[in-house]
T-cell receptor, first 114, second 113 residues
Framework: AQKVTQAQTEISVVEKEDVTLDCVYE???????LFWYKQPPSGELVFLIR??????QNEISGRYSWNFQKSTSSFNFTITASQVVDSAVYFC???????????FGKGTRLHILP | DAGVIQSPRHEVTEMGQEVTLRCKPI?????LFWYRQTMMRGLELLIY????????DSGMPEDRFSAKMPNASFSTLKIQPSEPRDSAVYFC???????????FGSGTQLSVL
C-alpha cells in the first residue's frame, strides 16, 4: 500500500522567513515518483516538481528547494525568504510506478504574513 | 491547448438529485483521473482511466458514484442520489504517456443542500 503523510496541517510564518514543509511517504516498491503541487487561493493545482526514487540529489529552483532522503522516506520542501505570494496549500504526492495512480497527502496550508 | 476543461464550475443541488460532472482531458492524453477535495480528507483519488478503460475505482465512495469515459475526449462522474456529504470540489486531471505531471482542471465546486 502507498501512503503520504503531511503532518503539518497549517503553518504561519512572517515574510522573509524560511519555512520547511514535511512529507513522509510509504511504499513497498523500489521504483516510485514523488511530487509537490501548489494550490493558491484561486484553487488551481500547480505542478512544482517530480522526483524519481533513483535520484536522491537535492533540487533547487530559485527560492524553492527539495530534500529527498530515502533513508527516512521523506521528501521535504523548503521555501527560502518566503513571500506573501507563497501563501497556498501545498500537496506532496506519490505514485508507485510510471503508469500508476498518484496519491496525495492531505496538504499543508501555508500562511505568509506580511 | 485549452487545458483540462471541467463543467460546470459550480453546482448547487438538493439532496436526492442526480449530479453529473463533466471533463474534457487534454487532447492526446492517455490517462484521466477524478479527484475529490475536502477539508477533512484532502485530495482523494476516486478513479482513473487509461485509454478510456477504468483501471482503479477503489476510491469511489459507494455505489451512488459512477464514472464513464465513452471516448478519449470526454468523461463523466455521476452521483445518484446526491447527499450533503458529497459536497466538495471535484477535480479532473489528465496526463500523457510521456508526461511527468498531471494537468488539472479548474474543478467543480459541488454543494448538496
Amino acid at each position: 500500500a502507498q501512503k503520504v503523510t503531511q503532518a503539518q496541517t497549517e503553518i504561519s510564518v512572517v515574510e522573509k522567513e524560511d519555512v520547511t514543509l514535511d512529507c513522509v511517504y510509504e511504499t513497498r516498491d523500489t521504483t516510485y515518483y514523488l511530487f509537490w503541487y501548489k494550490q493558491p487561493p484561486s484553487g488551481e493545482l500547480v505542478f512544482l516538481i517530480r522526483r524519481n526514487s533513483f535520484d536522491e540529489q537535492n533540487e533547487i529552483s530559485g527560492r524553492y528547494s527539495w530534500n529527498f532522503q530515502k533513508s527516512t522516506s521523506s521528501f521535504n520542501f523548503t521555501i527560502t525568504a518566503s513571500q506573501v505570494v507563497d501563501s497556498a496549500v501545498y500537496f506532496c504526492a506519490l505514485s508507485q510506478n510510471r503508469d500508476d495512480k498518484i496519491i496525495f497527502g492531505k496538504g499543508t496550508r501555508l500562511h505568509i504574513l506580511p | 491547448d485549452a487545458g483540462v476543461i471541467q463543467s460546470p464550475r459550480h453546482e448547487v443541488t438538493e439532496m436526492g438529485q442526480e449530479v453529473t460532472l463533466r471533463c474534457k482531458p487534454i487532447s492526446g492524453h492517455d490517462y484521466l483521473f477524478w479527484y475529490r477535495q475536502t477539508m477533512m480528507r484532502g485530495l482523494e483519488l476516486l478513479i482513473y482511466f487509461n485509454n478510456n478503460v477504468p483501471i482503479d475505482d477503489s476510491g469511489m465512495p459507494e455505489d451512488r458514484f459512477s464514472a464513464k469515459m465513452p471516448n478519449a475526449s470526454f468523461s463523466t462522474l455521476k452521483i445518484q442520489p446526491s447527499e450533503p456529504r458529497d459536497s466538495a470540489v471535484y477535480f479532473c486531471a489528465s496526463r500523457g504517456d510521456r508526461e511527468e505531471k498531471l494537468f488539472f482542471g479548474s474543478g467543480t465546486q459541488l454543494s448538496v443542500l
